[in-house]
T-cell receptor, first 116, second 117 residues
């Protein structure tokens, strides 16, 4: 059973460009989460999605960031007009459907975004 | 407020030593879940253990053991006879149903463990 897949693993963008990060959850998982790890900081929650629905985006910056999890295909985290402060590791996690107890989130290998 | 504190920023030990990584959490909820994840130098996040607030039994898995104490809001992680391959950053995390939210893992800042040969 393949784990959570993220691509690209490394992404370099110049200031003002757009960054698109992709995440394919584990087979059978319908919940996707995005976290950001800034240098010298821990991991911070960004957004929680189910198919075609954003459940919780309380951790998303108000501007330039968006996320989706379409009916078909991977989840996409999109950062428009990137700035140097967006340089970070972005992790995607997935979990099975919620059954009344919090399920374990399994993480992908992350995408390292570097903004020049 | 929900919070996870890992007071030890960095720990360095010599191979075969035992080492304990501390984790203290705060939550107002009575139902919550605690996790440990390992981030080796390669960068991925590896799930180690999940514990719910109703199960205070300690757990042992090979050289790893976890001590969950609700009285002190702690969920400490011990590695026995450490090995160089244990070198990594270890994160403790909390999730609860407070306010009806789901999915929001609260991470500590991590403890960087270096095991020297």
């Amino acid at each position: 059973n393949a784990g959570v897949m993220q691509n690209p693993r490394h992404l370099v963008r110049r200031r003002g460009q757009e960054a698109r990060l992709r995440c394919s959850p584990m087979k059978g998982h319908s919940h996707v989460y995005w976290y950001r790890q800034l240098p010298e900081e821990g991991l911070k929650f960004m957004v929680y999605l189910q198919k075609e629905n954003i459940i919780d985006e309380s951790g998303m910056p108000k501007e330039r960031f968006s996320a989706e999890f379409p009916k078909e295909g991977p989840s996409i985290l999109r950062i428009q007009q990137v700035v140097r402060g967006d340089s970070a590791a972005y992790f995607c996690a997935s979990s099975p459907p919620w059954t009344g107890a919090e399920e374990t989130q399994y993480f992908g290998p992350g995408t390292r975004l570097l903004v020049l | 407020a929900q919070k996870v504190t890992q007071a030890q920023t960095e720990i360095s030990v010599v191979e075969k030593e035992d080492v304990t990584l501390d984790c203290v959490y705060e939550t107002r909820d009575t139902t919550y879940y605690l996790f440990w994840y390992k981030q080796p130098p390669s960068g991925e996040l590896v799930f180690l253990i999940r514990r719910n607030s109703f199960d205070e039994q300690n757990e042992i898995s090979g050289r790893y053991s976890w001590n969950f104490q609700k009285s002190t809001s702690s969920f400490n992680f011990t590695i026995t006879a450490s090995q160089v391959v244990d070198s990594a950053v270890y994160f403790c995390a909390l999730i609860s149903n407070y306010g009806g939210s789901q999915g929001n893992l609260i991470f500590g800042k991590g403890t960087k463990l270096s095991v020297k040969p």
